[in-house]
């Protein structure tokens, strides 16, 4: 793996926390994009080197409107950079991590990501991302 790509962060209301971020940040977010598979939509911003990722659910079965309804607001997953994400699942997979999919899929941010069930990572979900 390389670097930390970004930190994604699981929010209620995505106007809100834009605002909130700019000031925290001092930049406006970049990018709004939904993920209409996840049912998500998302606003990055970039601090210095690196991301933060918004994200907040378009629908109760999105995955992100569970993880509030369990924990709140907060930190929601680690996405690390990938060179060569078919591989990096293989070899995660050879050292027992559960992939939650097997084949990439198309993320936010023009990325191929896959993610890792966080009960075998410490309780963080784990993303992979490769730049497409
Ligand atoms: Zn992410």
Do not use: W
């Amino acid at each position: 793996m390389e670097k930390i790509e970004h930190i994604g962060i699981a929010v209620k209301d995505l106007a809100a926390s834009n605002l909130l971020f700019e000031k925290l940040l001092g930049v406006p977010s970049y990018k709004q994009e939904e993920v209409a598979s996840e049912g998500v939509k998302t606003s990055f911003f970039q601090s210095g080197p690196n991301k933060i990722e918004l994200l907040e659910a378009t629908n109760p079965d999105s995955p992100i409107a569970k993880f509030i309804e369990k924990k709140g607001e907060g930190i929601h997953h680690i996405a690390f950079d990938v060179k060569n994400i078919v591989e990096e699942i293989a070899r995660l997979k050879a050292e027992g991590f559960t992939v939650l999919n097997e084949t990439p899929k198309q993320g936010a941010d023009n990325k191929l990501v896959a993610f890792l069930h966080p009960k075998g990572t410490n309780g963080v979900l784990i993303e992979l991302c490769q730049e497409m």
